[in-house]
């Protein structure tokens, strides 16, 4: 399923645009010279808070990251209370925590995504351009999702996790005649599991490899009302799920000293086959890099830049007309994105609450490269809770 950059064509035979080659070329390669990068970024930060920082403090600082080192006999309850607030990643990172053996990690997130108005290419398009080439034009869309999950720590160095989301979308229409009417779908997303694993650790590094599979218990025969009639099918960004399974490779790197830490992540999104409904979706190939800074014992901040390359659909929903609404063509679901995301990290350090984290990121593009029209990109923003037992 993965695309060849050898020869420049992707899973339908087509040749790749220069764009793409040129994105899905630089993620390819891109893992080694970050990681190398992430790595020797590490090295001098780290060799930098050692010669100017207090050596007293420095011993309190590996023993809180690793709570079993030099603690025999500490009972796993306690970690809680001894993890620093940026120890974990922004929220925008999947599978960044690093569990003890036998530490169970609960954690619920809420994410609302905004998009409002269409694009093509990097050029805003207006709703009156958009309806010359398609009778029904797209306005803006919310996607609301809350999704409880929970990681386990099998060893020190493995750990595993499970997630579901559910969605609730809504988007807004206007047709050629003026009228404005609004859909609406709902309902659990895939089923994601995940394994990871840590091939190289220290007290101030890790490099984690993980893989996963997206098991498709989202609905792809979302319906609603529409002017055309009762109980439509609505198109491809209304439904809830891809209805394949799913490969989730991914790396992730990260890196701490007393008060600062670092990472980055590589990882992908690969639909195996095809689903009932005669289509694909795009695979996804992702990148983050970020900083944080811990200004507390309970608070910390962060820094994130992500890029993400997506593919147009393989196949089509023959029960969709492509030429009613942009939507509903397969091949106006490709992009490139390049977002900012600003964080912060709380963590209760005491009391009946110890170990609780609670995480808040807000996420706005700076570039987008659409194969529109399609609805852009405004804004998300996602709050998280966690607490290890």
């Not at 229409?173 to 895939?190: A, C, I, L, P, W």
């Not at 195996?272 to 811990?294: F, M, P, Q």
């Amino acid at each position: 399923m993965a695309m060849s950059l050898k020869n420049g064509y992707g899973r339908s035979g087509k040749q790749l645009p220069n764009r793409w080659r040129w994105i899905l070329a630089i993620l390819q390669h891109a893992s080694g010279v970050g990681l190398a990068f992430l790595l020797g970024l590490g090295a001098f930060v780290e060799a930098n808070a050692y010669n100017h920082g207090n050596s007293a403090d420095r011993p309190s600082q590996v023993v809180a990251e690793t709570p079993s080192d030099g603690m025999t006999g500490m009972p796993m309850e306690g970690m809680g209370a001894m993890m620093r607030p940026d120890m974990a990643p922004p929220l925008g990172v999947t599978g960044g925590m690093n569990p003890k053996q036998g530490v169970f990690m609960p954690s619920l997130q809420y994410m609302h995504m905004r998009m409002d108005g269409n694009r093509d290419g990097t050029d805003d398009v207006s709703t009156a351009e958009v309806l010359t080439d398609f009778p029904v034009a797209p306005v803006d869309m919310d996607v609301d999702m809350l999704m409880p999950g929970i990681m386990y720590g099998v060893t020190d160095n493995i750990s595993v996790m499970a997630m579901i989301p559910y969605l609730w979308k809504s988007m807004d229409h206007v047709t050629r005649m003026g009228t404005e009417f609004t859909t609406k779908s709902d309902g659990f997303g895939n089923l994601r599991m995940v394994g990871g694993y840590d091939v190289y650790k220290t007290a101030q590094h890790t490099i984690k490899l993980t893989a996963g599979l997206s098991i498709p218990t989202g609905s792809t025969d979302e319906r609603d009302d529409t002017p055309a009639g009762s109980n439509q099918l609505l198109p491809y960004p209304m439904q809830n799920g891809s209805g394949t399974f799913d490969l989730l490779p991914g790396v992730i790197y990260s890196g701490r000293t007393d008060d600062w830490s670092w990472g980055g992540q590589f990882g992908a999104i690969v639909r195996l086959g095809e689903n009932d409904e005669d289509y694909t979706l795009g695979n996804v190939y992702t990148a983050s890099a970020w900083g944080a800074r811990r200004w507390l014992n309970w608070l910390s901040s962060s820094v994130r830049v992500s890029g993400e390359a997506v593919e147009n659909i393989d196949g089509a929903d023959p029960r969709l007309d492509p030429l009613l609404a942009p939507t509903a063509d397969p091949d106006r679901r490709a992009g490139s994105f390049i977002s900012l995301g600003l964080g912060l990290n709380f963590l209760v350090p005491s009391g009946v609450l110890r170990g609780t984290g609670l995480s808040i990121e807000g996420v706005i593009p700076l570039y987008q490269d659409l194969d529109g029209p399609q609805l852009e990109r405004d804004y998300a923003i996602v709050v998280g809770l966690r607490k290890a037992f």
